[in-house]
């Protein structure tokens, strides 16, 4: 990463896209603290998050990382209730008020039914899905997500990120497909080749031309019919080509 510099908004949603290997998923790694950044820092509400406590910070940021699988089989509610480790000590047992923001999240993200399944026999969707209950119940303020529709099905896609618009937390997230970037962010930072080329929110950002220059393909831009967000339509020809 070269000189990223971006804003997030307390309550906002801010996504990163880009080409793979554009240095989104090192930048969230800086924000959850699984990297330290060689120069400048990463601040929260003013506050050096590599300074912070260890418990505070997990107390403030919750994430989904690409790598969030399980080795072990846990059921799916001692995986959610790894959540609430930041808010006890040592070997403490989950209290009743704990017990309940598990139980609410598993219902809230669909897996309620599977509390007594283990991990490893859930499919990649349904995992996804317990990881992201895993991180609600940490009540962080800040929401990180690497790539959190990966494995999900259009319903649970749509669910998951139409939970994230109502969830009053600032949102940090890497999405692939632009349009359900443009569906759900209030702003949008594009990399590529480590160094940010443009941040803005959707209209500002995705452009015929941007997305010919980042990511080499040609799409038309249209509105939305029913929410009027820029949406994307592909050409299969190859850049450059004609039919």
């Not at 047992?93 to 993200?109: P, V």
């Not at 800040?142 to 649970?156: A, S």
């Not at 929110?201 to 249209?222: K, M, Q, W």
């Amino acid at each position: 990463m070269h000189d990223l510099s971006l804003d997030v908004a307390d309550g906002r949603i801010v996504g990163l896209v880009g080409p793979n290997g554009s240095g989104k998923s090192t930048a969230l790694r800086c924000v959850y603290r699984a990297l330290r950044p060689s120069g400048g820092v990463v601040r929260i509400g003013g506050d050096d998050l590599a300074a912070m406590p260890m418990r505070r910070s997990a107390r403030t940021v919750a994430a989904l990382t690409q790598e969030g699988g399980a080795d072990l089989d846990f059921t799916v509610e001692e995986v959610v209730a790894l959540g609430r480790a930041p808010y006890l000590r040592g070997n403490q047992a989950l209290g009743a008020a704990d017990r309940e923001l598990c139980a609410a999240a598993m219902a809230r993200l669909d897996v309620a039914h599977l509390a007594h399944r283990g991990v490893l026999t859930l499919s990649g969707g349904e995992r996804q899905r317990v990881l992201v209950a895993r991180a609600l119940v940490q009540q962080p303020r800040i929401l990180v997500l690497d790539e959190p529709t990966n494995h999900l099905d259009v319903r649970h896609q749509i669910g998951l990120l139409s939970l994230l618009r109502g969830s009053g937390l600032t949102v940090l997230v890497v999405l692939h497909d632009l349009n359900l970037a443009a569906a759900t962010c209030d702003r949008i930072g594009v990399l590529s080749q480590g160094r940010l080329v443009a941040a803005g929110t959707p209209d500002e950002v995705l452009t015929v031309d941007l997305v010919r220059d980042v990511f080499g393909v040609d799409a038309a831009v249209v509105p939305h019919p029913r929410t009027g967000t820029p949406q994307l339509l592909y050409s299969l020809t190859p850049q450059g080509e004609t039919t």
